[in-house]
């Protein structure tokens, strides 16, 4: 929830964000944008969904869309503020590209 005063980083238009959801709920996702026009759609996760968005990743390029291929693929190390103890602790995240 968003308390008055504290603002949201933009949200990036295309880009997929994986979380705890079943694999498929994403594909589809990412499959929808491509089927509105979009020639790029980029799939991000943190933590364990890390997986999870290299899953999505595979299927979409090796089941659904075969015309869909890896664009470029990042990895990172981000700091994040424990919302228990408060501290500040490495979380891993990865940026995959997908190009039509």
Known sequence: ???QGEEQP???PNTIFVGKKPTMNYVLACLTQINN???SVTVK????AISRAVDV???L???FAT???VKSISINTEQVKSTVSGDMS???SIEIKLQK
């Open 45 to 48: 996760a943190r933590g364990r």
């Open 57 to 59: 990743a595979q299927v």
């Open 10 to 12: 933009p949200r990036e």
């Open 61 to 63: 390029t090796k089941r």
């Open 37 to 39: 026009g979009t020639d």
């Open 67 to 69: 015309n869909i291929t």
């Open 90 to 92: 490495n979380v891993s």
């Open 1 to 3: 929830m968003q308390t």
